[in-house]
């Protein structure tokens, strides 16, 4: 099979970028595999990383069902910038590898092909992670996207989706890369503020990016 194009889809908390991803699989095609989503799926079924977080964590990192004990993980990892580092150096190591092995082998369905067949010559595949770049994902992929958004929009939206106090929601932002700090790894920027109307046209932009 001909190699994929890879995209990263990057940006901060309440960017929008979740809202992008599905955009693009939705009306150009192209899968999106969602760092977040897998990373609770991999928390839970490799053994790697069972295995370091209960030797991070203790114990009760894990439940007696066997699922993660996120009370748990939550108040280590937003104690320390330090415990954020630890568990992400068990944790993106396993999910980079996931996505490698997904962006080689998952199949486009049909509806997929079809979407993309105007517009590449490949197909495209692509990866959402807020940690894009702390991850090392940027050297998987191909071309990365970064969606940004005012703060005062970011929190709204945090707010309104998670319910978290606004001061939570500062302090997790302290944990992530600042758009200055992407900037020298991203290719293309899509605005995603309150408001915004032509988010369809910078999409379309982007898309153009591409094929030329």
């Not at 945090?158 to 790894?185: A, K, N, V, Y």
Request: with cysteine; glycine share 4%; aromatic share 6%.
């Amino acid at each position: 099979m001909q190699q994929r194009f890879r995209i990263g889809i990057t940006g901060g908390i309440g960017t929008g970028k979740t809202f992008v991803s599905r955009l693009l699989h939705h009306r150009y095609g192209i899968p999106v595999y969602n760092t977040d989503a897998e990373a609770k799926r991999l928390m839970v079924e490799s053994q790697a990383i069972r295995e370091q977080l209960t030797a991070l964590l203790g114990a009760e990192a894990y439940l007696s069902n066997g699922q993660l004990n996120r009370d748990i993980l939550r108040r280590f990892v937003f104690s320390c910038q330090k415990h954020v580092q630890a568990v992400n150096a068990i944790v993106h190591p396993v999910v980079r590898r996931d996505f490698i092995c997904w962006a080689d082998s998952v199949r486009l369905t049909p509806a997929e092909e079809a979407l993309q067949q105007p517009y590449f010559k490949q197909q495209v595949v692509a990866v959402e992670s807020a940690l894009l770049i702390e991850a090392h994902l940027t050297d998987d992929v191909d071309h990365v996207l970064l969606v940004t958004a005012s703060q005062q929009t970011r929190l709204h939206r945090t707010m309104q989706r998670d319910g978290l106090p606004e001061q939570e929601i500062l302090q997790r932002m302290s944990h992530q890369f600042s758009d200055t700090d992407r900037l020298p790894f991203v290719h293309h920027i899509i605005t995603n503020d309150e408001g915004t109307t032509d988010l369809d046209e910078q999409l379309k932009h982007f898309i153009n990016t591409l094929t030329h």
